[in-house]
């Protein structure tokens, strides 16, 4: 099933999001067909801020590292690392042809038509790479133009649209209600559930930086624990485990 097609499948894709090759291999080891990458566990396993278009060639190392692993790849590109559209697309070219499958761009509530040439230029340039066009509408504003961003998102050639911070269920309904294109949502813990989402009609479900910030919480926890004279709770990988998750030289 191509990445296109997960997008429409009985069950909403639900996309962890990796920071490193260990983190890619042992989510598909867990039966995910597609793994994201998240930019914020990217920027800071590196030690430099994120969306400030410091990771350009660390995103595209990456996705060289992840793009001929057997699973489907999509890549969180920030806004393309460039205001220029052309090279924008250019950037999705390098990424198609190491392997990646999807990109995903977002708008920083900038100018609507510039994020618009960007996603046109991304199609032109890659025209097989799933171009998910992000609005920060909800995340950094109040939310009032998300149907405007949306909307000449998916006339500039989107294959489908993503929305974090939006967790409120009747405005993902009459989201979902006005798009042609897929709507993909941020889990949050404290929003709707995973099959909540799904009978809101949300076709993608991505996890962000949740699983790069709860892996780092679970080892601040234990060496917490360690120093105060316990023993870690629940189970680790093995060494042998971890080992196995390493590129085939």
């Known amino acids: 099933m191509s990445f296109a097609d997960l997008h429409h499948a009985a069950e909403p894709l639900l996309l962890p999001n990796a920071w490193d090759h260990a983190s890619a291999s042992a989510f598909a ?4 067909p597609a793994v994201a990458t998240t930019s914020l566990g990217v920027a800071a396993a590196v030690g430099v801020p994120d969306g400030v278009s410091a990771t350009r060639e660390r995103t595209l190392q990456l996705a060289l590292t992840l793009g001929s692993e057997p699973f489907l790849l999509s890549v969180d590109a920030e806004d393309g690392f460039s205001d220029d559209p052309d090279e924008v697309g250019e950037y999705a070219r390098e990424l198609a042809v190491v392997g ?12 609507v038509d510039r994020h618009a040439a960007k996603i046109a ?6 025209p097989g790479l799933f171009v998910n066009a992000r609005t920060d509408a909800h995340w950094l504003g109040d939310g009032e133009d998300t149907v405007s961003r949306v909307d000449a998102y998916q006339q500039a050639g989107a294959d489908g649209v993503f929305v974090p911070g939006l967790s409120d269920p009747q405005e993902i309904a009459r989201l979902v209600k006005r798009l042609d294109v897929p709507l ?5 813990p404290t929003g ?6 799904a009978g809101l009609g949300v076709r993608r479900i991505s996890l962000g930086s949740l699983l790069y910030r709860r892996a780092l919480g679970a080892a601040l926890e234990t060496v917490a624990g360690i120093r105060a004279g ?3 709770r629940g189970a680790a990988p093995s ?3 971890v080992q196995a998750l390493a590129r085939t030289p």
Request: glycine share 10%.
């Open 192 to 197: 709707p559930t995973v099959p909540a989402l």
């Open 29 to 32: 080891a867990q039966g995910f």
């Open 100 to 111: 990646a499958v999807g990109i995903n761009l977002e708008d920083r509530l900038g100018p």
């Open 121 to 126: 230029a991304v199609k032109s340039a890659a």
């Open 230 to 232: 316990g023993t870690p």
């Open 184 to 188: 993909n949502i941020l889990y949050s």
């Open 239 to 241: 060494v042998a485990d």
